[in-house]
């Protein structure tokens, strides 16, 4: 970064081209004039934030750029400067203690950082020079050095492939740490290179680098004596990029292109964008209230002092003459001083240690979700996996779901099921050869398409495809890998494993090996498969026109041993419909919407005869195409289109993919919950449709209002004026004719209205979002949001990837910024969830990439019905609790000191001694809500997992709304009022002791704060209903400790301070009988409130009348006992024995 912008600075930018040039193996080439090697960056990788020379200037700017932090320093700067009652000791070290544990945390992992950038800069590597392996450290690498590279090793920096062991000039790598997707890719040398790398003279011209991991432009001119050089076209499959595994392939050679800081897994290196939760929005708005006090409470005492000043006498009295010195001070600046001074002594009404302490709960909270057996899946051997802990209480307040279908609703291992060919519909069937119909057209029934047809078909499915065989041990049997993860079931001796980037391609490929036709590999660009008479075909590969979402098809080209050229391709109906013969489209679109109805996943195959002129009118197209520099992707997407178009359609698949286990249940809890589930895919309408019927998404009687191309195809309007007046119409059904809905009822008590499920499609939100410029766009969104909104499941179909961002988003930003969660498994779902408030990722088959940008991972769609009803209502709850608790007992705390002011005189004399002030929210009350806040369980996991309404009791932030905010103040008011006049009546004979002797002002404080500590823990105690050892130690352990240290500390003459106000006071207190009795009835009436409100309560149970039939009676009473009051309240009652 620093290079970057020293470049900047120095017009280094300005003299920076488009592309660079590189010399493989640094030789100059013959026909250049003079050789100038370019300057590029090293190899040495820097992720770390910190040196050993800035840590501190940079921590501790990054540290006071946070308001709390900077608001205590300033008090610390008031106290050392200013002379105020307080010693600057009492806020400078817990400020010291928070700004030390905080750095201590943030060192530790960026020497973590370090600790790997110097494993992977002192990695060996092998470099090629003069004809001679060299090893190296992987620093040292410079751009244009040819590295070898061998099975199991990651590239060490961004390579062009010029050479591999496999004779077919490919190489297998996994890309894993780059983009979390563990599939075998296939990468091709660079054509017509010499097999001696030594006596290989190349240019490279090639893109600056940029950080998209799958684009590439680039060129490499070829140099041969008395030759013109031969170009080459460079692409992302001649990439290697650093961070990937070579395997499958014994050795590679490369020429390094981007170096260190430039390689695209640098580039792509970034923090997580910084999620805020709704707690610490909570958190911000009770500050600024409490801060409001604390200035007010300053300002009170500051008018009050000057008015009981002006009285005659009180300002100067005899025994306390003013000096020259403050006779000479300004009015107002005394004022002012004054007024800092009141907001010091009074400034630990702001909790410093707060922050601490929620920052702990919520890194030591995370373990509990990856300790959870329950999240361990056998089959990958994983459990759950937290990526960023500031999140945890979120998981208790979702109210929108966003799911993907493929692989996370359903489990993305596929099937080949039947197929169509020519209009005729095949299954297969074990005991019979070849196909059998089981039921075509009526009028052909048990008929079947000709041989010809049944034949191009399956060679179709043996050749359109981007599948390896797998090269396996001659014991092993052949298992499938997909993604890295080997199939679940063992495949028959007689069949091959094979490597796929996705399992359809498998599904599809064994779906032709059953049938007779199997697909036994790719050779120096040849395809052997052979047929039913189990002779081998050969077809030289010429051209693969690589699947992209946007297209959602994919082609290749081949040439047969006659010579004759074919063009293959097989993709979505959606896609490859409008470029066939409309004849031959009816027979097998019925068959497509059949199967897409029953819940499969359709692809159409198409085929084309290209004569000798058309191949040379692609082939020459294709070759510029992907030999530009500039707008390459556009140029090739145009030419894939040249190409396929006029195609004859041969048939249709279907593939099953079968449900998640436990996915209906998951749904329905979460439903349950009071949880608006939408689903977004990128798959046909029918489809998905069955899968939510199979999910109980939708019901038999739910009533599916559908926006989609289909429904506004209207002869008499325009797509625009169909749309508004569909969306008026269903909004009239859904939203105005629909009767109010009662808060907290599930739908399964709201059968007797009609339920509303709501269809849209990629096309049609394109137009919601994007309308023309005559319509309101604003209205388009609100109608679709309100309608929405009242049904009770969205299916969102033929997505792209950036649109179920936007669906997001718009929600997330809708009206009440509801809290969204987005979860899917594969790359496509990155975006959205990127986009909402919490993202989940499944460990899928889609590889890893969802997985390392969300916010928490998960097996099994299964485990996330436990991470949100168990965990992630906990996780509010505690948090909720430590936040309000923290400010109770802070008002508790200091109200005293504020009411002591009016008896002393204004004089900012303190009520506590400074140790007090010190150690009371660091030591005396820290642990026993920090083993609250992580271990509190106030209903057990059992009733919270069988109960999925007890989840929107805490609803919309419930526990930090206003409403319990002013409890706790009026809380912490009346136990702060109780304690300093209780205690000022006792005073009110002040000989306690048997020898008459008089206790001070020392004695009050200590008495007021040895009360205060006990009520306060005891109130704590009284809140627990989940007991552990933890707890009693750390709740009878901090009373203890209180106890011996104001022994400790008022026993012992300590020699460094100047005066000890507290020597022997405390042990003087508990020699009187008076101040113990005033002590216990104190604690006693201040928890008072506590007890009888629960004795006066009426026990609540809104949860009896939804118990499950099959539910015990045990089960039933003990969910019907957790109400909301005690929830909000959080006081002691009979609710206690739900816990486990």
Not at 81 to 107: C, E, N, R, Y
Not at 246 to 256: E, F, R, S, W
Not at 301 to 315: F, V
Not at 862 to 870: C, D, E, P, Q
Request: contains cysteine.
């Amino acid at each position: 970064m620093l290079r970057r912008r020293l470049n900047r600075l120095c017009g280094g930018d300005e003299k920076r081209v488009d592309s660079r040039t590189i010399y493989v193996g640094h030789r100059p080439c013959p026909d250049t004039e003079a050789f100038i090697p370019s300057k590029f960056c090293d190899n040495r990788i820097v992720s770390s934030k910190y040196t050993v020379w800035n840590f501190l200037p940079k921590n501790l700017f990054e540290q006071f750029r946070r308001i709390a932090n900077f608001y205590f320093l300033i008090i610390f700067l008031v106290q050392v400067i200013v002379d105020t009652p307080t010693s600057p000791v009492t806020s400078g070290l817990p400020l010291f203690f928070v700004i030390t544990v905080t750095a201590i945390k943030q060192g530790y992992e960026d020497w973590l950082r370090h600790k790997a950038d110097y494993e992977v800069n002192k990695y060996p590597v092998t470099v090629l020079e003069d004809g001679r392996s060299v090893k190296k450290e992987s620093e040292k690498i410079k751009v244009g050095d040819v590295v070898e590279v061998v099975e199991d090793e990651t590239f060490p920096c961004d390579l062009i492939l010029l050479q591999s062991s496999r004779e077919d000039g490919t190489c297998f790598v996994t890309t894993a740490s780059l983009d979390g997707e563990s599939n075998h890719k296939t990468h091709y040398t660079v054509p017509d290179t010499e097999k001696d790398l030594q006596s290989l003279y190349a240019t490279i011209e090639c893109e600056q680098p940029q950080p998209d991991l799958y684009k590439f432009v680039g060129r490499m001119h070829i140099y041969k004596q008395e030759q013109e050089p031969a170009v080459r076209s460079l692409g992302p499959e001649n990439l290697l990029l650093k961070g990937a595994t070579l395997k499958n392939t014994k050795k590679i050679n490369g020429v390094a292109v981007y170096t260190g800081m430039e390689t695209k897994m640098a580039l792509n290196y970034q923090g997580k964008s910084q999620k805020r939760s709704a707690v610490e929005k909570s958190i911000n708005a009770f500050l600024l209230v409490y801060l409001c006090i604390l200035i007010s409470k300053a300002v009170v005492c500051t008018t009050l002092k000057y008015i009981w000043q002006s009285k005659e006498g009180q300002d100067e009295p005899w025994y306390n003459q003013k000096t020259q010195k403050e006779k000479d001070t300004n009015m107002y600046l005394k004022m002012f001083t004054d007024f800092l001074s009141f907001m010091v002594l009074f400034n630990f009404i702001i909790p410093v240690s707060m922050y601490v302490t929620v920052e702990m709960q919520k890194f030591l909270g995370s373990f509990f979700i990856t300790w959870d057996k329950d999240f361990f899946d056998p089959e990958i051997q994983e459990g759950a996996l937290v990526n960023t802990s500031d999140l945890n209480e979120e998981l208790g307040q979702v109210e929108y779901v966003f799911t993907d279908k493929t692989g996370t609703l359903t489990q993305n291992n596929m099937e080949f099921i039947e197929c169509c060919i020519d209009g005729f519909q095949y299954k297969h069937r074990d005991e019979l050869d070849g196909f059998t119909v089981t039921d075509g057209p009526v009028s052909k029934l048990q008929q079947r398409a000709g041989q010809e047809k049944e034949e191009l078909f399956l060679r179709a499915l043996c050749l359109c495809h981007t599948v390896q065989v797998k090269e396996d041990g001659a014991e092993q049997t052949p298992r499938d890998q997909v993604d890295g993860i080997d199939g679940m079931f063992p495949q028959p001796e007689e069949e091959r494993g094979f490597i796929a980037s996705s399992p359809d391609e498998i599904a599809l490929v064994k779906g032709a090996m059953r049938y007779g036709f199997t697909f036994l590999g790719l050779e120096s660009k040849n395809m052997k498969i052979k047929n039913r008479q189990n002779d081998v075909e050969e077809y030289k590969l010429l051209h693969v026109l690589n699947f992209d979402p946007v297209r959602r098809r994919m082609s290749v080209i081949v040439q047969t041993r006659s010579g004759e050229t074919l063009l293959f391709c097989k993709g979505a109906d959606s896609s490859i419909f409008p470029r066939v013969k409309p004849e031959e489209v009816e027979n097998i679109r019925l068959h497509v919407e059949r199967n897409a109805t029953e819940g499969y996943r359709t692809l159409c195959v198409a085929y084309k005869q290209l004569s000798a002129e058309e191949y040379a009118m692609a082939d020459t197209g294709l070759r510029e195409a992907r030999l530009a520099l500039q707008d390459r992707e556009e140029k090739l997407m145009a030419m894939y289109n040249q190409v396929e178009t006029g195609m004859s359609l041969i048939g249709a698949t279907a593939v099953e993919d079968r449900l998640q286990e436990e996915a209906a249940e998951t749904m329905e809890a979460l439903q349950g919950a009071g949880m608006k589930i939408w689903v977004l895919t990128g798959d046909k309408m029918e489809t998905a449709k069955s899968t939510c019927y199979a999910c109980r998404l939708f019901q038999r009687g739910t009533e599916l209002l559908e926006l989609t191309v289909r429904t506004l195809d209207d002869e008499r309007l325009k797509r625009e004026e169909k749309l508004i007046e569909l969306l008026k119409d269903y909004h009239r059904r859904a939203v105005q004719d629909a009767p109010p809905v009662k808060a907290g009822v599930t739908r399964s008590w709201s059968k007797a209205n009609q339920e509303y499920g709501f269809i849209i499609d990629g096309a049609t939100l394109s137009l919601l979002m994007n309308p023309p410029r005559d319509a309101d766009a604003t209205m388009y969104r609100s109608l679709f949001l309100q309608i929405c909104q009242n049904c009770t499941a969205v299916l969102c179909c033929r997505m792209a990837p950036l649109q179920k961002a936007q669906i997001v988003k718009m929600v997330k930003n809708s009206k009440g910024s509801p809290i969204t969660l987005s979860i899917g498994d594969g790359a496509n779902d990155v975006s959205m969830i990127l986009e909402a408030h919490v993202g989940i990722g499944i460990k899928g088959k889609e590889g890893r990439q969802a997985v390392r940008n969300s916010d928490y991972a998960i097996p099994k769609l299964k485990h996330l019905k436990k991470l949100l009803l168990a965990h992630g209502h906990l996780y509010y709850v505690r948090i909720a609790h430590l936040v309000q608790y923290f400010f109770y007992k802070n008002l508790c705390f200091i109200l005293p000191q504020f009411l002591y002011q009016f008896f002393c005189g204004y004089s900012q004399q303190p009520l506590y001694d400074a140790a007090y002030l010190t150690m009371y929210n660091i030591c005396f009350t820290s642990m026993p809500i920090l083993a609250y806040s992580l271990l509190e369980q106030h209903i057990s996991i059992e009733i919270l997992l069988v109960n999925a309404s007890l989840y929107r009791e805490i609803a919309k932030n419930a526990m930090l709304r206003w409403r319990p905010f002013l409890y706790w103040t009026v809380l912490g008011l009346f136990q702060g009022l109780l304690f300093f006049f209780g205690v000022r009546f006792l005073f009110s004979n002040p000989a306690l002791q048997d020898n008459g002797q008089v206790f001070g002002n020392w004695s009050y404080g200590t008495i007021v704060f040895t009360v205060l500590v006990f009520t306060v823990t005891l109130k704590l105690a009284l809140d627990t209903r989940h007991w552990t050892w933890i707890n009693h130690f750390v709740i009878w352990g901090s009373l203890a400790f209180y106890v011996f240290f104001s022994f400790f500390w008022g026993g012992i003459i300590w020699p460094f301070l100047k005066q000890q106000r507290l020597y022997f006071v405390f042990a003087n207190m508990l020699s009187s009988v008076s101040a113990w009795l005033v002590i216990i009835i104190l604690i006693l009436l201040s928890l008072l409130p506590e007890i009888l409100l629960v004795v006066l309560r009426k026990p609540r149970g809104p949860h009896s009348r939804q118990k499950k039939p099959g539910q015990s009676n045990v089960v039933g009473s003990q969910s019907s006992q957790s109400s909301a009051r005690p929830l909000l309240m959080r006081t002691f009652s009979d609710e206690s024995n739900t816990v486990i």
